[in-house]
């Protein structure tokens, strides 16, 4: 009975798919003649792909998780070989479940959200087809399958980005992914060709057995592989400076914000997690995924706090969250990554799909806001409790902070986020604030617990998958983790006394710098070639929320 169902786990992925691939290939044709049955077979089809996952789930626990290679034929060159293999273990599975579920929840909201509309059906056709591209990329475990699956996610994402042709913001938008995009398929295509020809295999599970007999000395090609790696990361995960059509490509429908933002933006991450026991041999592809995603944190976080578009803030939030998964990544804390794209995508999906119901918020009556007073005194002394508690939690559930300096930094970031969940009840001058403090106390409290034991779940289920790579522990990578660690301090300082900052002109004057996105979309935009109907805008820098209530006074 046990050899019958082995390959169960990989039957299931192997199919998840196809329903959805279908769907776009043969039911899509004339898509718009029949817009109603198109939309009732792909709801059916993620339906059908959610149940799949369930049951891959289910198997896998069951140890009916055996790979299996289903087709396969050799390529010339010293290429390896292209495979349908299917790849069953704790991280495919994983992200099976998740995009899954991100999925079927799109695809219900489409049926509403598109109903009426005159391209309803090429909109549900682009959309399976973009869903089954996707579901084949997390399921294969041949690197070439994995290749030709990232090219078809994109292109069948540019179409959905680009589905109001007649909107100039638009269709600037998919230019600017669709020739970043290109620049990031050349670049993994480079480090396949490397990987394959200096490892002398093409499936990502033998990566790691293949590189033990190096012993840590790498050929020259794998480090030009793993920078190659990095790049392609960086420039799918929208990172700075590369991030300017992430945050433009709200003009498309509302569902393909979400699925973009909610699933299809961790593309880059996957990628890197896939080829972590490469990664983690080469302390400079590590440091450049720190650095990047540092950068892109802190610039993003700062342009976020100059943003009045809802849509465009929570873009924004999306760049400096996918800059904390590299981050994590370089760090060597490779399951932290995964369960904060586990709950970045949950959260992220429901923000988007419920942004409309935001104006609705504004509009209802509210208390005139209590009396604000920042004080530096104040930010540091709540910095002080919440690291003592952040620290204090996390060893009580096994985390050897002293063993390995991420971990501290980790400490650090999380100590910061909950001064500032802590700090607004101190800040508001008004009856019970003591109560208050208390009662955010408990909460911050009861946060880091449910931090600190998602960190201990994934380890335990995905520790053996994934490698274990602590940083490195020499002067440069001291120097940048101390530059991580002040770089969250002073975000918390900024945001605290953002009143006080913009009072000064030189920081106006950077506030509305940010707020143009220091201007470097402009030259992109200029690259890729401005749709005639959009040059009007970029001639003009945005105003920021002060210059825009000057003009009108």
């Not at 208390?438 to 034991?453: I, P, R």
Request: aromatic share 10%; net charge positive.
């Amino acid at each position: 009975m046990t050899d019958k169902f082995a390959t169960l786990a990989s039957a299931l992925m192997l199919v998840t798919p196809w329903p959805l691939l279908i769907a776009g290939l043969i039911v899509g044709i004339g898509a718009n003649r029949h817009p109603r049955l198109l939309r009732k077979v792909v709801s059916g089809s993620a339906a059908f792909a959610m149940i799949s996952a369930i049951g891959a789930a289910f198997s896998y626990a069951a140890g009916w998780s055996r790979p299996a290679t289903y087709f396969s034929f050799n390529l010339p060159d010293g290429l390896g070989t292209f495979k349908i293999h299917i790849a069953v273990n704790a991280l495919t599975i994983t992200m099976l479940l998740l995009v899954a579920f991100v999925g079927t929840i799109v695809s219900r909201y489409s049926k509403t959200y598109m109903d009426g509309d005159i391209r309803e059906g090429d909109f549900h056709r682009w959309l399976a087809l973009t869903l089954g591209s996707f579901f084949t990329l997390i399921v294969v475990g041949n690197m070439w399958a994995f290749f030709v699956s990232w090219i078809a996610t994109s292109l069948f994402l540019h179409e959905l980005l680009a589905f109001y042709r007649e909107r100039p913001g638009a269709m600037l938008a998919a230019r600017k992914k669709y020739l970043l995009h290109r620049i990031s398929d050349a670049s993994l295509l480079g480090a396949i060709v490397l990987v394959v020809r200096d490892l002398h295999t093409s499936d990502f599970s033998g990566i790691g057995p293949a590189l033990l007999p190096l012993h840590g000395i790498l050929p020259e090609g794998l480090y030009v592989a793993g920078g190659l790696i990095v790049l392609a990361a960086i420039l799918k995960s929208a990172q700075f400076p590369f991030h300017g059509w992430l945050i433009q490509v709200m003009e498309a429908p509302t569902p393909v914000s979400a699925l973009l933002h909610a699933g299809i933006i961790y593309t880059g991450a996957f990628l890197v997690l896939r080829m972590s026991p490469l990664l983690s041999l080469q302390d400079g592809a590590r440091d450049a995924l720190v650095l990047t995603g540092l950068l892109s944190i802190t610039l993003t976080s700062l342009m976020m706090v100059t943003e009045t578009n809802i849509k465009e803030s929570l873009a924004y939030s999306t760049c400096a969250q996918m800059g904390f998964m590299l981050m994590e990544c370089g760090l060597g804390l490779y399951t932290l990554a995964v369960m904060h794209i586990v709950s970045h995508s949950v959260y992220k999906a429901h923000a988007f799909l419920a942004s409309g119901s935001v104006v609705d918020h504004f509009r209802a009556p509210s208390l005139p806001p209590a009396a604000y007073r920042p004080s530096v005194f104040r930010a540091f002394s709540v910095l002080l409790v919440g690291g003592a508690m952040t620290f204090a939690i996390g060893s009580g559930f096994g985390i050897a902070f002293s063993r390995q300096p991420a971990l501290i930094v980790l400490g650090v970031i999380l100590s910061v986020a909950v001064t500032r969940l802590m700090l607004p009840a101190l800040d508001m001058q008004h009856a019970g604030t003591g109560k208050l403090f208390f009662e955010t106390t408990l909460l911050s409290a009861v946060v880091c617990t449910s931090y600190f034991g998602l960190h201990r779940v994934f380890d335990l289920f995905l520790g053996t998958l994934l490698p274990s790579a602590p940083f490195p522990e020499n002067l440069l990578q001291a120097g940048i983790l101390g530059v991580v660690s002040a770089a969250f301090l002073g975000l918390l300082l900024v945001q605290q006394f953002l009143s006080r900052i913009l009072e000064r002109p030189f920081w106006r004057a950077v506030y509305v710098h940010l707020y143009n996105g220091l201007y470097v979309d402009i030259l992109i935009a200029r690259i890729v070639g401005v749709p005639e109907s959009a040059k009007a805008r970029l001639r003009q820098p945005r105003l920021s929320r002060t210059q825009q209530r000057e003009v009108l006074s």
